[in-house]
């Protein structure tokens, strides 16, 4: 395996803490009633999102799932910018259009924040192929949950891609569960990396829980795709904290899992592992913590300072006003 | 081309694909059969050994997928044109067309607009039965956040693919299957997709209609000049946004409507366009609305019960004399 620098992988662990961070924060400010609609947490999850998009460059693009405040995040969407959405201010980077599961950044090439499950694969597909048809070495990275894999897009989406042999980073996100409907009881081949291989692309099954694991197979990956490899497949091995959205009442997975799983908690496991080889000493983890709370506290106050958009401007962006200037 | 400078309804559409490819590499066209077969209806025959398999791109039986990767090449940068067979089969994209395409613009706040093109046929008249021959434009025309236009002349099938390939947002084309082999004078361009058009002056009453039943709805028009009533005919061309203006003029002029829509009649484009002339100019109406829709039936096989199922010039023309008072 490989492992990235120690910076590299210190700023990494610093992702995860932010991700972490900003969304208990979001879990209370729920509670709060500040943020409404649904709130799909990340918790848990982060070390994939981190291990996988450090390894794209400012080209690349991202089609992330309602679950994407991590993926956004660490793509660079600012922090302020994402909480204004979710409080449906016009500060917002959907400008208040799309909440919590529709976040998208043209600065950054984040194209969602896509609720319909599967339905951001076949997008991530056609990116690839402006892509590949206008002679650009960018790669898509597609972000989808294991329960995208019952949904037909997810076998168009990987015939055309890879009979196309088209540039995607298929990043499968397996939970286990999709909503409350376990795996086992979703779908007749639980092994999705080998279900992924079906389609002739390479794949992997990768412990999601692990940076250093998700950051090495994201690497073999994303250079195979840019060496003109054609699609490859990864399977993260993960585990969500919490429930589904905040209405999940959990009925369906028993305690004793749950705890089973936060004892491998990604956060714990990497600061364990930096500061066992000297990477992240006492201090180090301070200033990590409090930049974290900083970016929070920040967006927070930025958020709440945000305006809300006149209801005169209700049908704006129906469709395209060119002459308007970006506000 | 033939002698008289006519052409079909077919090479009109393969005309105007051509001018587009050629003028901008953005454009490619992809779907099902397009490339090495020639397109389904054979709008597309012979693009591909011009243009090369990468630009008349042939895409699996996969309606959605491809769909969905117009609409993700559209945000690359790229001006895909994308043909799906029928509109029935159109139905299994339905979620990228409604969920992403026609949101996507709205939902970003205004960052990624979807400049994609989807083509389709709609209709019945060829005897292809219920999973081939509706008519779901309507549906379409529903939705917040696209635009639908529904070439029913050879001059539309020549020149609206240009604007709608210019609109920075999604465009559905609905070219109904019973036009294809029709032959008309293909203009010289350009067309005006925001404007609906009167294909026929007249004063006693105003027909409306688009597409496919263009044609039928011209000869009722004749037949009901034999008897002394002179209808106008407006062709609405672009079904979302619709131009109220256009028809609710004509009708106030003429004072009475018969609305001819090839889809059902229940929650149809007849009923919106109904209901809109009743809202703006009721106290010009000298009678009700009249409509003239399909049958409320999965549509049928056999040729006599299809025709019996979608507008007909009869139909058309009862329901005109009913609401200009001469029905007995």
Known sequence: MIVADPQTRLAMFGDMVRVRRFEER???????TKIRGFLHLYIGEEAVAVGVLHHLGPDDAVVGTYREHGHALVRGVPANSIMAEMFGRYEGCSRGRGGSMHLFDAATRFYGGNAIVGGGLPLAVGLALADKMQGRSNVTACFFGEGAMAEGEFHESMNLAALWDLPVLFVCENNLYAMGTALERS???????????????????VDGMDLDAVWDAAGHAVQAIRAGGGPQFLEMRTYRFRAHSMFDPER????????GWKERDPIETMRERLAAGGVLDDEAMTSIESAATAEVDEAVAFADAGTLEPVEQLTRWVTSEPEEAQP | MTDDGQVTYREAMRAALGDALREDDRVFLMGEDVGMYGGTFAVTLGLIEEFGPERVRDAPLSESGFVGAGIGAALGGMRPVVEVMTVNFALLALDQ??????????MSGGQFNVPIVIRMTTGAGRQLAAQHSHSFEGWFAHIPGIRVLAPATVEDARWMLGPALDDPDPVIIVEHGTLYGAKGDPGTGPVD???????????????????????????????????????????????RPLDDATFCESVARTHRAVVIDEGWRSGSLAAEISARITEQIFYELDAPVGRVCSAEVPMPYAAHLEAAATPTVEGIVAASKQVVGRDG
């Open chain 2, 97 to 106: 067309i409604v969920n992403t395409a026609a949101s996507l613009l709205h």
């Open chain 1, 26 to 32: 979001c879990a209370e400010l729920y509670t709060e």
């Open chain 1, 187 to 205: 779908e007749s081949v639980t092994d999705m990396a080998l279900k992924a291989a079906g389609y002739a692309m390479p794949s992997w099954a």
């Open chain 2, 193 to 239: 997709i925001d404007r609906a058009a009167i294909r026929r002056p007249g004063s006693d009453l105003t027909l409306i209609t688009y597409g496919g039943t263009l044609p039928t709805t011209m000869a009722a028009a004749d037949r009901l000049a034999e008897e002394g009533i002179d209808a106008e005919v407006v062709d609405l061309r672009t079904l």
């Open chain 1, 252 to 259: 369906y997975r028993d305690k004793a899992e749950v705890t």
